[in-house]
């Protein structure tokens, strides 16, 4: 399967699925299909990484398979597990059976609890597998995902080794909260994304929430970037830009004033620090 034609046909057909890629992204998106590498996106939390995935799951037609990442991830919740229980029951029903006998019946494919990454290798229909901010995994996952990303095979020892009938697209995110290693780097295309400048941000929210007037949508971007310079706990994401402009479209806002902003900013800032330095920096520069 290819998976895009060119960078171009990944900008149009990325597009009209509600994603807007500029060339770099389109360029990448487009080279890890083609060359059949993971693709590593890196940058702030909220600019779209998830998103991308997503978008190209949508555009394609294809399954999206994630395996969301947090401290304490291991191989049993990552890859796969046996039902113990199931195979606990089988042994008492089993009875006189002999264990050589025993053995072969439990460890099969009814009693295998498949995870994520076991699951994307063993699909046989075009899969975009999404490995979500990697980097809060355990330096012996990034080692796990070295060894399924090397080759697309995972060894079962009770069933074999399992290897991949069609590669997935494989997207990996992070947000820099730690570095990565540099073996698993060197197996993707890396692909950084940032806060989006204000055009491109203006037509990203103009494109989700197209009955917001443009010059509120223009007074929304102006205002998400001054916020972004602050020194925040967290700044605005694109989604939460999104979220403001469906916001503002709801109440029926006609202009983005002092009342406003403060009846409305805690869609975009979720601390009440950030609240009073924002309240009292958006003031001082107007």
Same mark, same amino acid.
């Given at each position: 399967?290819?998976?895009?034609?060119?960078?171009?046909?990944?900008?149009?057909?990325?597009?009209? $699925?509600?994603?807007?890629?500029?060339?770099?992204?389109?360029?990448?998106?487009? @080279?890890?299909?083609?060359?059949?590498?993971?693709?590593?996106?890196?940058?702030?939390?909220?600019?779209?990484?998830?998103?991308?995935?997503?978008?190209?799951?949508?555009?394609?037609?294809?399954?999206?398979?994630?395996?969301?990442?947090?401290?304490?991830?291991?191989?049993?919740?990552? @890859?796969?597990?046996?039902?113990?229980?199931?195979?606990?029951?089988?042994?008492?029903?089993?009875?006189?059976? $002999?264990?050589?006998?025993?053995?072969?019946?439990?460890?099969?494919?009814?009693? @295998?609890?498949?995870?994520?990454?076991?699951?994307?290798?063993?699909?046989?229909?075009?899969?975009?597998?999404?490995?979500?901010?990697?980097?809060?995994?355990?330096?012996?996952?990034?080692?796990?995902?070295?060894?399924?990303?090397?080759?697309?095979?995972?060894?079962?020892?009770?069933?074999?080794?399992?290897?991949?009938?069609?590669?997935?697209?494989?997207?990996?995110?992070?947000?820099?909260?730690?570095?990565?290693?540099?073996?698993?780097?060197?197996?993707?295309?890396?692909?950084?994304?940032?806060?989006?400048?204000?055009?491109?941000?203006?037509?990203?929210?103009? $494109?989700?929430?197209?009955? @917001?007037?443009?010059?509120?949508?223009?007074?929304?971007?102006?205002?998400?970037?001054?916020?972004?310079?602050?020194?925040?706990?967290?700044?605005?994401?694109?989604?939460?830009?999104?979220?403001?402009?469906?916001?503002?479209?709801?109440?029926?806002?006609?202009?983005?004033?002092?009342?406003?902003?403060?009846?409305?900013?805690?869609?975009?800032?979720?601390?009440?620090?950030?609240?009073?330095?924002?309240?009292?920096?958006?003031?001082?520069?107007?």
């Amino acid at each position: 399967m290819a998976w895009f034609a060119t960078p171009d046909d990944v900008t149009t057909r990325l597009g009209a $699925s509600g994603y807007l890629a500029d060339h770099a992204t389109a360029t990448t998106t487009y @080279l890890a299909g083609a060359l059949e590498k993971p693709l590593l996106v890196e940058g702030p939390a909220g600019v779209g990484k998830t998103e991308l995935a997503k978008a190209i799951a949508r555009t394609t037609g294809a399954e999206l398979v994630r395996l969301q990442c947090y401290e304490g991830l291991d191989e049993a919740r990552a @890859l796969y597990e046996w039902n113990y229980k199931k195979q606990l029951l089988r042994i008492q029903a089993a009875g006189d059976q $002999s264990w050589d006998a025993t053995h072969d019946d439990i460890f099969t494919d009814e009693f @295998l609890l498949t995870r994520p990454l076991l699951s994307a290798i063993r699909r046989t229909e075009p899969t975009v597998l999404l490995v979500d901010e990697v980097d809060k995994t355990d330096v012996e996952v990034e080692g796990l995902l070295l060894e399924v990303l090397s080759d697309f095979q995972v060894t079962i020892p009770e069933l074999g080794t399992v290897v991949a009938v069609r590669r997935p697209l494989v997207v990996l995110t992070s947000n820099a909260s730690r570095e990565l290693s540099e073996a698993l780097k060197r197996r993707c295309l890396y692909l950084h994304l940032d806060y989006p400048d204000q055009q491109r941000e203006l037509e990203i929210v103009l $494109s989700q929430v197209p009955d @917001l007037e443009e010059r509120i949508a223009e007074q929304l971007v102006a205002t998400v970037a001054r916020l972004r310079d602050l020194d925040l706990k967290k700044s605005p994401s694109i989604a939460e830009s999104v979220d403001w402009a469906r916001t503002l479209l709801a109440l029926e806002v006609r202009e983005l004033d002092d009342k406003a902003v403060d009846d409305t900013l805690g869609v975009v800032l979720k601390h009440a620090s950030d609240h009073e330095r924002a309240i009292r920096e958006l003031r001082l520069r107007r």
